[in-house]
């Protein structure tokens, strides 16, 4: 069964302002998610958030800026999971995102 992947406005609207290199990277980290589930140990820097039931980030791109993203597992049983943030990891507060 696969997982329902979504885009709040607020992170839609971040997905919108990246380039399209990044735009790309973050499809295909949902497309991941959807078939396989929101553990993606496959991609660079991925962890769960520390303190934060269900919260995973993974870098997008690395260098300066690094970019990243931010996802929650929303309903386990219904396999729902939100992107919480996709931008720069300057601007990310991982603590209040989750």
């Not at 973050?26 to 497309?31: D, E, G, P, S, Y």
């Not at 309903?75 to 729902?80: F, L």
Request: proline share 5%.
């Amino acid at each position: 069964m696969k997982w329902v992947v979504q885009f709040p406005g607020r992170t839609a609207k971040q997905v919108k302002a990246l380039p399209e290199p990044l735009r790309q990277a973050v499809r295909t980290l949902a497309l991941e998610i959807a078939v396989s589930g929101p553990a993606r140990a496959n991609w660079a820097n991925y962890g769960k958030i520390k303190g934060k039931t269900n919260c995973h980030h993974c870098h997008l791109r690395k260098g300066n800026p690094t970019y990243v993203a931010v996802w929650q597992v929303v309903n386990q049983k219904e396999r729902i999971v939100e992107f919480r943030y996709v931008g720069t990891h300057e601007k990310a507060d991982y603590g209040r995102l989750c």
